[in-house]
């Protein structure tokens, strides 16, 4: 009897073992399952529901967790303020000559302004990936709402990710910090470009790589989605939008490995209003 | 465990919870920027109560909602909590659990051995980013919360399962017994 329990489990044990073997031979590298879909489509209700009503023990825990913070980061920011008035000023006496250089050669709105044909979808979080491995949010906005694949998402701070699949009343949003995210994106001032990647398990920390070496970046420069277009083909973010600033760029790494560290302007931990810009060119 | 209609709808109910739970609420409150992660103590916790059995088909049920409302590999979760659900039950019916301290210290570790199957996955499928070190501290810190979380989950979820235990160990007080010609 006990010797027939033992063999029962084992064979249930194999068949599992099987059967995850086989789904994930099947599914890996497919965007969405029919059953995926379908699953998502019936929980997306519920999870609106629940981070509706978890949203105050969350903001409760969070409230904690960023007292913490709160106190090393007061010294941080007072040393930024000061260095943001003088970017400050320094941005609006641009302006102005930017005003009078536009009047002089009478530009138009070119590629670079080409956001204005997205139209932006507000969304909630409403799920995110438990794991550090994947870092993937689910909104409550589909392809009801407008929603496509590939659509940029941002947050009031910054860029955010890109939607990964669509259902009905949801979407699932590959963040920046993503180990399959790339962006293309510049610093300014300089306006040196290069690809945004993160470092899986510290989404503080995104690497902007193969940057020119000959030309030098320094600590609390801004980095913004370059938003290239050439031959026919277009990145999916459109030009312009702030992703984060430069934290570190030492000479060295600069020369050797043409990458410098930035942190992302959107706060990717606490995410939960989000904007989709849906209707953009697709190359 | 003896699942009767009414303690599988019991089970599939604790399934659904969990992972409503962990994608809506733990996944996305960080303390010392690291979230919980609940499900391998809610697998570990049944494998605990139910045997290897009950573990493992837990941990596949959990792994297959959580992909699937990921929208990530289906599969991957799956074998990852399906082996932590195992070993649980697979203690379960090697040892006796005398103390109370066992289910969470049995989850903390379940919980590492989960963790690393999760990077040992990822690394099997391909990342396209460096890993920072602070991968590790991640994982020691979501192991250091398993243990606290394992005791409201494990003796909660007995309290749900108790009717399908088929060993579970009345608490009983002792009582002296009665000595004629005393008081």
């Not at chain 1, 906005?141 to 009031?156: E, L």
């Not at chain 2, 990530?72 to 649980?88: C, D, E, I, R, T």
């Not at chain 2, 996955?121 to 979501?142: H, T």
């Amino acid at each position: 009897m006990y010797r027939k329990q033992v063999r029962r489990r084992r064979a249930v044990l194999t068949l599992l073992i099987i059967g995850s073997f086989l789904l994930l031979t099947i599914t890996y590298g497919q965007s969405s399952g029919g059953v995926q879909r379908g699953v998502s489509t019936i929980f997306s209700p519920l999870q609106s529901v629940a981070d509706r009503a978890l949203k105050p023990a969350r903001d409760t825990i969070g409230w904690f967790d960023k007292t913490f913070d709160a106190r090393g980061e007061n010294s941080r920011l007072r040393a930024e303020l000061v260095t943001v008035r003088r970017q400050a000023v320094a941005g609006q006496e641009a302006l102005s000559e930017n005003v009078q250089l536009r009047k002089l050669v009478a530009l138009d709105r070119g590629p670079a302004l080409a956001e204005s044909v997205y139209e932006p979808v507000t969304g909630r979080v409403i799920a995110r990936s438990p794991t550090v491995w994947t870092s993937t949010v689910t909104v409550d906005v589909g392809s009801g709402d407008g929603v496509k694949v590939d659509d940029p998402v941002i947050s009031g701070d910054g860029l955010v990710g890109l939607v990964a699949s669509t259902e009905g009343g949801s979407a699932q949003v590959t963040l920046i910090t993503d180990h399959a995210s790339a962006v293309s994106a510049k610093v300014v001032p300089p306006g040196v470009q290069g690809a945004i990647r993160p470092e899986v398990g510290d989404p503080e920390d995104l690497i902007l790589d193969f940057i020119d070496s000959t030309k030098d970046v320094h600590r609390g420069q801004a980095v913004v989605t370059s938003g290239w277009r050439a031959e026919g083909l277009a990145s999916l973010f459109p030009p312009g939008l702030p992703v984060g600033e430069v934290t570190s760029a030492p000479i060295v790494e600069q020369e050797a490995s043409q990458q410098v560290h930035l942190r992302p302007y959107a706060d990717i931990a606490n995410l939960d209003l989000v904007q989709v810009l849906t209707g953009g060119s697709r190359g | 465990m003896i699942v009767t209609p009414k303690i599988f709808a019991r089970l599939a109910a604790i399934a659904i919870l969990a992972v409503l739970l962990q994608l809506s609420f733990f996944s996305r409150v960080e303390f010392l920027h690291t979230s919980a992660d609940i499900l391998p103590v809610v697998v570990v916790s049944l494998g605990l109560l139910g045997g290897s059995l009950t573990g493992a088909v837990a941990g596949f049920s959990l792994g297959f909602l959580v992909d699937c409302l990921l929208v990530a590999p289906l599969g991957g979760s799956s074998l990852v909590l399906l082996g932590a659900g195992y070993l649980a039950g697979l203690f379960r019916e090697r040892f006796d659990i005398h103390s109370a301290l066992v289910p969470p210290l049995i989850c903390m570790a379940l919980t590492l051995f989960a963790e690393l199957g999760f990077a040992v996955m990822q690394v099997m499928l391909g990342i396209d980013a460096p890993v920072s070190i602070l991968i590790v501290r991640d994982m020691a810190l979501k192991s250091i919360y398993a243990f606290f979380l394992a005791w409201p989950i494990y003796f909660g979820l007995r309290r749900v399962l108790r009717p399908a235990l088929v060993e579970e160990p009345k608490i009983m007080r002792r009582r002296q017994p009665t000595v004629l010609g005393r008081t």
